[in-house]
Nanobody, 115 residues
Framework: QVQLVESGGGLVQPGGSLRLSCAAS????????MGWYRQAPGKQREVVTT???????NYEDSVKGRFTIPRDNAKNTVYLQMNSLKPEDTGVYYC?????????WGQGTQVTVSS
């Protein structure tokens, strides 16, 4: 069983930056593909970015060049570095971990981009 705990959300002005963290319990974190998803009010949850166990990344088009997803396997943690934030980035951000048939979600952290 793996538990994912997100932190780092909050209120930020447009153009600002935030770094979210997702700390994983348990062992073999390095085997997991990790990802960040977000759910805006009234919308479905969507993938923002993913990183494989080998470090390959993918980004949703609207965040390319602004967001990155570094992972630190020694700390069992994946991050979401968000720069040049826009109001449309507002939502609840969820951490996701996958390994074979196993999939885990964090509880979510709110990010609000507003002046």
């Amino acid at each position: 069983q793996v538990q994912l705990v997100e932190s780092g959300g909050g209120l930020v002005q447009p153009g600002g930056s935030l770094r979210l963290s997702c700390a994983a319990s348990g062992s073999n974190f390095w085997l997991y593909a990790m990802g960040w998803y977000r759910q805006a009010p009234g919308k479905q949850r969507e993938v923002v970015t993913t990183i494989t166990s080998s470090g390959s990344t993918n980004y949703e088009d609207s965040v390319k060049g602004r967001f990155t997803i570094p992972r630190d396997n020694a700390k069992n943690t994946v991050y979401l570095q968000m720069n040049s934030l826009k109001p449309e980035d507002t939502g609840v951000y969820y951490c996701n971990g996958r390994f074979t048939s196993y999939e885990y979600w964090g509880q979510g952290t709110q990010v609000t981009v507003s002046s």
